[in-house]
């Protein structure tokens, strides 16, 4: 069967915010399979605030989207038709794939269990962000019971993660997020000790401390500028900084230095260390076991925002620079 699909491009770069200006669609047939290819339908796609990054053209830790090229990302797809013998029509999978309605994918794209009922968890919890928070937590917080961690971007796909996860652990989890919603579901849902609306917050530092009498020993940072500015002046001894994001920043066309708050790092014997999640891709099923047991015995509890069709990708995409999702933002597409 000849299979046409629009496809989302990367027309120009954005400067600064990115906007629809950016990108374009057409439509294109599909050519028929190579040996070792399959045919996709694509379900699901996750859009993400690293995507943001990936359409400057400079170095980083994965190569820049190239103009006139489909956006990719995380996936969810059937397979339509297969000439690999590992997989069979009707298998669904998670695979980076192009921001397309079908497409051909060769590799080993991960096959989600039939047995599974996790399917759109494969682009949160159980997928990228769930392990973010799970490696930055076990690789550099190093959580003791009894510690005081802040999370910036708490409210999302992270965010939520880390802090339910950190609750786990026996810490004391504050969080901070952009609306009185999700606040109130930090609380109320997740069981954070405490929810701040940073913009609300008259002083943010102020609230922090009222809220961490005995002050900083984790910093989760998914946002930096200002909000970590503030939690700079809070932190213990031998406090913990883990450096996963840095979205208040990724629209900057310059980065803003701001307060140089290093020797406040110095005098407190701070460790801040960033990463980026595939440092740790050996541990990820061991990781994934753990993850689902949790949600399976109700310890984590998920959330997902969830847009639907093909034309809503960029406004999925462009939502998240605006805080409209609480949870992992996913579009569904077919
Ligand atoms: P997300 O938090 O689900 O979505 C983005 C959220 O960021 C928005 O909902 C918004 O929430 C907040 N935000 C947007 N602009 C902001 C600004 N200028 N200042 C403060 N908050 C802002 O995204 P995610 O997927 O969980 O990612 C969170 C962070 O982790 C991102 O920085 C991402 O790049 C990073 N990340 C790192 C790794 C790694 O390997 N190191 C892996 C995945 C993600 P509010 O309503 O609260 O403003």
Request: proline share 4%.
């Amino acid at each position: 069967m000849v299979y046409t699909t629009k496809r989302i491009l990367l027309d120009k770069r954005p400067s600064g915010f990115p906007a629809v200006e950016n990108f374009s669609i057409d439509t294109v047939t599909l050519p028929q399979l190579n040996e070792g290819e399959i045919l996709i339908k694509i379900k699901y796609l996750s859009v993400d605030p690293y995507m943001r990054n990936r359409m400057n053209k400079a170095k980083s830790y994965i190569e820049p989207y190239e103009t006139g090229q489909p956006i990719s990302g995380d996936g969810i797809a059937e397979v339509l038709e297969s000439k690999n013998e590992e997989y069979k029509s009707g298998d669904i999978i998670s695979a980076i794939v192009p921001w397309q309605e079908y497409a051909i994918l060769s590799g080993n794209p991960y096959k989600i269990p039939s047995a599974d009922n996790y399917i759109t968890e494969y682009l949160g919890i159980l997928g990228l962000t769930g392990l973010t928070a799970y490696f930055g937590l076990n690789k550099i917080a190093f959580p003791r019971s009894g510690e005081t961690m802040v999370i910036s971007g708490a409210a999302g796909a992270v965010g939520m993660a880390a802090g339910q996860m950190a609750k786990i652990y026996g810490c004391r989890v504050i969080g901070i997020a952009g609306s009185d919603e999700k606040c109130a579901f930090l609380k109320n849902t997740l069981k954070f000790d405490t929810a701040l609306n940073y913009k609300t917050s008259k002083n943010l530092r102020k609230a922090v401390k009222q809220a961490a009498p005995d002050g900083v020993d984790i910093y989760f940072d998914n946002v930096g500028g200002e909000i970590s500015d503030s939690i700079m002046y809070l932190l213990n001894d031998f406090s913990r900084i883990v450096l996963c994001g840095q979205i208040a920043l990724y629209n900057q066309n310059r980065l803003s230095l701001g307060p140089r708050l290093n020797s406040l790092l110095l005098i407190h014997r701070v460790k801040m260390q960033g990463f980026i999640v595939y440092d740790y891709r050996d541990e990820f099923p061991a990781a994934r076991e753990q993850i689902s047991e949790w949600l399976k015995n109700g310890k984590l509890i998920n959330r997902e925002t969830v847009i639907s069709g093909f034309d809503q990708i960029l406004t999925a995409f462009l939502n998240l620079f605006q805080g409209k999702n609480t949870g992992k933002m996913i579009v569904k597409i077919a």
